[in-house]
């Protein structure tokens, strides 16, 4: 799976890739959202806060499945809190 991104005032493009899964939670784009937007507003660069937003989505849906929730509900976003980058 991948993201791409761009910036008009630099003029560049990324593309970044992670794991791709068996399934699709609901809730991940809202997750990988949040993720970005904070570490964009901690001062990281456009192609680190994909990077750690993409992290973080990708171990919420590896923890989701270990515990074998069923994907309707969702990823559990409360037991990966935790592993929010900072």
Same mark, same amino acid.
């Given at each position: 799976?991948? +993201? =791409?991104?761009?910036?008009?005032d630099?003029?560049?493009?990324? +593309? %970044? $890739? &992670?794991?791709? !899964?068996?399934?699709?939670?609901?809730?991940?784009?809202?997750? !990988? $959202?949040?993720?970005?937007? &904070?570490? =964009?507003?901690?001062?990281?660069? %456009?192609?680190?806060?994909?990077?750690?937003?993409?992290? !973080? +989505?990708a @171990?919420?849906?590896? $923890?989701? =499945? /270990? @515990?074998a929730?069923?994907?309707?509900?969702?990823i559990?976003? /409360?037991?990966?809190?935790?592993?929010?980058?900072?």
């Open positions: 799976i991948a +993201v =791409l991104a761009y910036d008009r630099q003029e560049r493009f990324w +593309v %970044l $890739t &992670g794991e791709e !899964f068996p399934a699709s939670f609901p809730g991940t784009g809202d997750a !990988f $959202t949040s993720v970005l937007l &904070g570490r =964009l507003l901690c001062g990281d660069s %456009l192609p680190i806060a994909i990077q750690q937003a993409m992290q !973080f +989505v @171990h919420a849906i590896r $923890t989701t =499945l /270990e @515990h929730m069923p994907i309707k509900e969702g559990l976003l /409360e037991r990966v809190l935790d592993a929010v980058p900072r």
